[in-house]
């Protein structure tokens, strides 16, 4: 097994372009996402800030101290203004178990 990670790691350019020209279906093209959209704390919208800030202080209570944020990211959701722009779509974390779609 550690033979073929180090195979894979040594040739991973050799086996991707075999693969791109016998399966090229298979081979994921990569590509930038340019959503036009404010940074992070300033595109939630406020159905997501308020969730955030109540997971926050929910942690902080029950769990004796816990932080999901830090104190910096904590001010930033409370004190940066929503975007005027577009909002972030779907799940406002990049926690994967709290998409509805992994569940």
Do not use: C
């Not at 894979?8 to 990569?30: D, G, H, Q």
């Not at 955030?52 to 910096?72: H, M």
């Amino acid at each position: 097994m550690t033979l073929f990670m180090l195979a894979l790691y040594f040739f991973e350019n050799f086996i991707t372009n075999i693969a791109m020209r016998f399966y090229p279906f298979l081979v994921s093209k990569r590509f930038e996402v340019d959503d036009n959209i404010d940074n992070y704390w300033a595109s939630l919208d406020e159905r997501a800030r308020k969730w955030s800030i109540q997971e926050e202080a929910n942690v902080r209570q029950l769990l004796g101290g816990f932080k999901i944020l830090t104190d910096e990211e904590l001010e930033k959701l409370h004190s940066i203004p929503p975007t005027q722009g577009r909002f972030l779509q779907g799940v406002h974390s990049y926690d994967i178990l709290a998409n509805p779609l992994y569940a």
